[in-house]
């Protein structure tokens, strides 16, 4: 059975940083793209984050480019998103998931397995 858990969540003051993980289990991730998208209250999920099978390749939202960094350990089966400069709009559930291609993708269409998500909060 193939999961993805995320973890790292929780309620920060704007401007703090707060890095999520999300951790795969059952099945290689290793020659697939992983991503981070995050679903506000009332909102469609939308993409913040992808980087492709070697971690040689990222694409950000241009919402979250230059405060988010995606990074992966595909021997840890793990990706991160390291996240800087948090303003109230980032407030979502974030989610990962792992793509059925290896190279980065934004439309939540081309991920095949999801994580239950964690909550990020900004708020002073």
């Known amino acids: 059975q193939v999961q993805l858990i995320e973890s790292g969540g929780g309620l920060v003051q704007p401007g703090d940083s707060l890095k999520l993980s999300c951790v795969g289990s059952?099945?290689?991730?290793?020659?697939?793209?992983m991503g981070w998208f995050r679903e506000a209250l009332g909102k469609e999920r939308e993409f913040v984050a992808t980087?492709?099978?070697?971690?040689?390749?990222?694409y950000y939202a241009n919402s979250v480019k230059g405060r988010f960094i995606i990074s992966r350990d595909n021997a840890k089966n793990t990706v991160y998103l390291q996240m800087s400069s948090l303003e109230p709009a980032d407030t979502a559930t974030y989610y990962c998931?792992?793509?059925?291609?290896?190279?980065?993708?934004?439309?939540?269409?081309?991920?095949?397995?999801w994580g239950q998500g964690t909550q990020v909060t900004v708020s002073s």
């Open positions: 980087i492709d099978w070697s971690g040689d390749a990222r």
């Open positions: 998931g792992t793509s059925r291609f290896g190279s980065v993708r934004s439309d939540p269409k081309d991920y095949v397995y």
């Open positions: 059952g099945r290689t991730f290793s020659g697939y793209a």
